[in-house]
């Protein structure tokens, strides 16, 4: 299994272009998220999805677009980039287990983008 | 306010020596959920433990230990006989419910930098 596959690794922007992160699971996992970090912040949550066609906000959503229309693909959509976007961004998956719902389930992550806002 | 707080930023230990990373955390949840995860240089994010909150039991898994204590709301995360591979990141986190629903999400806490020497 691939797992949690993010493209691309690296990126570089200019201020105000726009730009999609992708992110696919192959696992049939029900939830999957998008998170970026930065040094001395930890791991902010910017979106994340209970299943296709639902989607909510997290911590730091400013910015940025997502859409659910499959199970397997969560991408994230930078919609004028701006330098305070420049992190590393990371894809995390989870399934949902008897009594557990899955965002308090085990997540599995991708292998992070880095994205430069120049 | 900072929901799950790692008050140790860098940890330098030497090998064999024992360490204890600690993670204090807050929520009025009754049901919730800790983990924690590793993030060795490579920068992927790896999964190591997960506990809910109706269990207090303490967990051996080989050199690594966890000890959750609800009393003082503390999942301390302890590795014996440290290694040098054992160098990464470690983050806590707390799953806890967004609203009446199902839904969950993680708040992290900011990461202690753990450096093995040899």
């Known amino acids: 299994n691939a797992g949690v596959t993010q493209t691309p690794k690296f990126q570089v922007l200019k201020t105000g272009q726009s730009m999609t992160l992708q992110c696919a699971q192959d696992m049939n996992h029900e939830y999957m998220s998008w998170y970026r970090q930065d040094p001395g912040m930890g791991l902010r949550l910017i979106h994340y999805s209970v299943g296709a066609g639902i989607t909510d906000q997290g911590e730091v959503p400013n910015g940025y677009n997502v859409s659910r229309s499959t199970t397997e693909d969560f991408p994230l959509r930078l919609l004028s980039a701006a330098p305070s976007q420049t992190s590393v961004y990371f894809c995390?998956?989870?399934?949902?287990?008897?009594?557990?719902?899955?965002?308090?389930?085990?997540?599995?992550f991708g292998a992070g983008s880095r994205l430069t806002v120049l | 306010a900072q929901k799950v707080t790692q008050a140790q930023t860098e940890i330098s230990v030497v090998e064999k020596e024992d360490v204890t990373l600690d993670c204090v955390y807050e929520?009025?949840?009754?049901?919730?959920?800790l983990f924690w995860y590793k993030q060795p240089p490579s920068g992927e994010l790896v999964f190591l433990i997960r506990?809910?909150?109706?269990d207090e039991q303490n967990e051996i898994s080989g050199r690594y230990s966890w000890n959750f204590q609800k009393s003082t709301s503390s999942f301390n995360f302890t590795i014996t006989a440290s290694q040098v591979v054992d160098s990464a990141v470690y983050f806590c986190a707390l799953s806890e419910a967004v609203n009446a629903g199902n839904n969950r999400k993680l708040i992290w806490g900011l990461g202690t930098s753990l450096a093995v020497n040899p």
């Open positions: 929520t009025r949840d009754t049901t919730y959920y």
């Open positions: 995390a998956s989870s399934y949902g287990t008897s009594g557990v719902p899955p965002g308090a389930n085990v997540l599995t």
């Open positions: 506990r809910n909150s109706f």
